[in-house]
């Protein structure tokens, strides 16, 4: 009877290991995210970064005081703005300044980007399931011990502990549900499950906002790091307990005689490049609003509390464009071949250039109305950018070609904002967001197009005639790698193996698909 009850349940073990994965992933990213937010609170408590004159009185609108407090730059002259005898501006740290731009890039990324190698690797050889337990269990633990430090040094270390266990998630993951979900959803998967970056940034404006001005038991900005790592903690736990490894034929392949696939020779693609340097440049375009949004818009219109705009825009229209763009690019690539996803990348990115441009030039009611088409057709990229990484390596190397990846385009993308400061010297600090945010995305709009023209067209009618039986086999095992190509990484064709099992491998021209 109760084998009856599981059978019957089966069909919604895949959504669930989509949901648990996900939910983690939004987890990792709001604790990776809540520091941009809560940086005032944090460094006025821990003692970091810059000291300025700012507005400390809510009662008053910026353009009913008599001088603004960040024209002062001296702490006695600061103290002396009043209206009627009430002073309204404070000399505190704002969080920011040098510390600031470490805590929350480099001791990050430099662990990130190299653990994202090393895990990536380790997948294509062990236990998913099991090294994405441990490493969600020891982000979640980082990110709680954030709400207890009592110094500078503990985020920072805390930080880097983080990040070394949050780059496990997408090189994992990614490898446990291609092994799951067939070709024809395979992009509405992926972009799903890496919408959790935009997830958890989104997040984190009402979170590191709201709760912290509630100061619930006094703990002010504490909080939020605890309640991110419970929800972290209880995704660990679900995943060590509830997830099993699917089946994988990379696993023991050179054991069974297949030929050894150089990964410098998979990484030396010029479709592959192509598509790491385009999804590079649209990440910097991305991490350029997630480092400057908050900071812009209370820079530029400080009168309107944006928080819970930003966070619908995020949360809202980008899950619907997320959604959106998995759906079109599945439906798509079934009568298109992989090409017609690299152009879904292209076109969506394209329409989302001019308003990007526009969320950042307009008032208040138009740079939200505009960031949010924007974001409908700019966070179609992700989830897609990864349905044909995965679908133009073979499976033997895909994890660790996914930590390569997300290792290039991490350091570019994530450094690469960096360069917004002295660029703001020069034309002003709309102006270089402008560049770095809207101008990338437009950069990567020409960048996608060119790679388009590298990849394989529809596929024949008559290779998939050859073995249908095979073919949808494999669809929906997820092993559908018929755009990997090159004769070079072929293994010798042969009927059987080393222990006389039937090897099911067919030989076919290099014009023609082949299934790895």
């Known amino acids: 009877m109760q084998s009856s009850v599981m059978e019957k349940l089966g069909f919604l073990y895949k959504p669930y290991v989509l949901a648990v994965l996900t939910i983690g992933y939004i987890a990792g990213e709001l604790g990776h995210y809540l520091i941009g937010v809560t940086s005032k609170a944090t460094a006025i408590e821990l003692v970091y970064g810059d000291q300025a004159c700012q507005q400390n009185h809510t009662d008053y609108l910026r353009h009913e005081l008599p001088a603004q407090c960040a024209d002062f730059v001296i702490e006695h002259e600061c103290h002396q703005q009043h209206i009627n005898g009430t002073v309204y501006c404070e000399w505190n740290y704002n969080g920011l300044g040098l510390e600031y731009q470490l805590l929350a890039g480099p001791s990050f990324i430099a662990v990130f980007t190299v653990m994202g190698v090393v895990l990536g690797v380790a997948a294509d050889r062990y236990n998913r399931v099991r090294m994405l337990f441990v490493c969600t269990l020891v982000f979640a633990i980082a990110i709680l011990f954030q709400g207890t430090v009592k110094e500078y040094w503990h985020l920072i270390l805390l930080r880097m502990v983080m990040a070394a266990g949050e780059a496990g998630c997408n090189p994992l993951a990614t490898g446990i549900m291609s092994d799951i979900f067939p070709e024809s959803k395979r992009a509405l998967v992926m972009a799903i499950f890496n919408w959790g970056i935009y997830g958890g940034y989104g997040i984190a ?103 819970w705009w930003l966070f619908a825009v995020t949360i809202g229209i980008g899950s619907i464009g997320v959604v959106v763009g998995g759906i079109v690019s599945d439906k ?185």
């Open 205 to 307: 404006f009402p979170v590191g906002r709201y709760i912290t001005k509630l100061d619930i038991g006094g703990l002010g900005w504490r909080v939020c790091y605890y309640g991110t790592g419970v929800l972290a903690l209880i995704m660990a736990v679900l995943t060590g307990t509830t997830l099993r490894e699917p089946e994988r034929k990379s696993i023991g392949e050179d054991a069974n005689g297949k030929a050894k696939i150089s990964l410098v020779k998979v990484l030396m693609q010029p479709r592959v490049l192509l598509l790491m340097f385009a999804a590079s440049i649209r990440h910097s375009g991305g991490m350029t609003f997630a480092y400057n949004a908050d900071l812009y818009y209370n820079i530029y219109f400080p009168d309107v509390d944006l928080g």
């Open 332 to 516: 798509f690539v079934a009568k298109m071949g992989i090409k017609s996803r690299v152009a879904c990348l292209a076109i969506s990115q394209l329409f989302a250039t001019p308003f990007a441009f526009g969320s950042v030039y307009f008032e208040p009611l138009w740079a939200m109305i505009t960031l949010g088409i924007s974001y409908f057709f700019a966070e179609m990229w992700f989830g897609i950018v990864f349905a044909v990484l995965v679908e133009i390596v073979p499976l033997q190397v895909r994890s660790t070609t996914i930590g390569v990846f997300l290792f290039v385009m991490n350091n570019i993308g994530g450094n690469l904002p960096i360069l917004v400061d002295p660029l703001a010297k020069a034309i002003g600090y709309r102006g270089s967001v402008m560049f770095f945010y809207a101008g990338f995305y437009g950069i990567s709009t020409v960048l996608f197009f060119i790679t388009m023209f590298f990849m394989d067209g529809p596929k024949p009618d008559a290779a998939a005639a050859i073995d249908p039986t095979s073919h949808a086999n494999h669809v929906e095992m997820g092993h559908e790698n018929n755009t990997f190509q090159p004769d070079d990484y072929l293994p010798p064709p042969h009927t059987n193996g080393a222990n006389g099992h039937h090897r099911n491998i067919v030989s076919v021209r290099p014009s023609e698909s082949s299934r790895l």
